[in-house]
């Protein structure tokens, strides 16, 4: 088991340009979801999937950000246009809700700068 | 609003001393509540508990959960430099994980 994919590992960019975000989860789990972390604000949900479908996006901070999920295999987390403030590691976890025990695995993350 | 307060922030020690991390919440709908390790990367899972008073042991590792009084505790005893990273206590609600801030832990030689 790969576990959980994220790319880029590390994305630098200018602000107002576009990114995206990428995640596939660990076959076979049915929830997925994505966290900002940043030092001020630790991490913080953003927007989760269940059966690829967003249950509750109210951790998405303003319209610049939105997801999808249009597989049980892919995830994208797209923010347009970027801005500096949103510097922060992006994480993407997943788990199997057919189980009692809720434990997320994470991604090894995506560092994003934006200058 | 849920929310999951940790304290301390940030702590130093020498090799072979014992901690002890705070985690308080105020959560509806409470599930189970889940303590995490970070060092450079990704948050690794160490515990989850959903009892009142059964300590969960790893190790030099422990945790227990008070849903009384709404707080777990993490217990490292003979720390060790390896033990220097975040700790990130999480809690279940009805249906997703809310993250508190972490405790951020060094351990020098």
């Known amino acids: 088991d790969a576990g959980v994919i994220q790319s880029p590992r590390h994305e630098v960019t200018e602000m107002g340009q576009e990114v995206t975000l990428r995640c596939k989860p660990i076959s076979g789990h049915n929830s997925l979801f994505w966290y900002r972390q940043t030092m001020m604000r630790g991490l913080e949900l953003l927007i989760y999937f269940n059966n690829n479908v967003p249950i509750d996006d109210s951790g998405m901070p303003e319209d610049r950000f939105s997801a999808k999920m249009p597989n049980a295999s892919f995830s994208t987390l797209k923010i347009q246009p970027s801005e500096p403030r949103d510097s922060a590691v992006y994480f993407c976890a997943s788990d199997s809700r057919t189980g009692a025990t809720n434990v997320l695995t994470f991604g090894a993350g995506s560092r994003l700068t934006v200058l | 609003e849920d929310k999951v307060v940790q304290s301390p922030l940030s702590l130093v020690v020498h090799e072979g001393d014992t901690v002890t991390l705070n985690c308080s919440y105020e959560?509806?709908?409470?599930?189970?509540l889940l303590w995490y390790k970070q060092e450079k990367k990704a948050p690794t899972f160490l515990f989850m508990l959903?009892?009142?008073?059964i300590e969960k042991k790893s190790g030099r590792l422990s945790s227990i959960l008070d849903k009384k009084e709404l707080f777990s505790i993490l217990n490292i005893t003979a720390t060790q430099t390896g033990d220097s990273a975040v700790y990130l206590c999480a809690v279940l609600n009805t249906d997703k994980l809310i993250f508190g801030t972490g405790t951020r832990l060094q351990v020098f030689p």
């Open positions: 959560v509806t709908n409470f599930r189970s």
């Open positions: 959903t009892s009142s008073g």
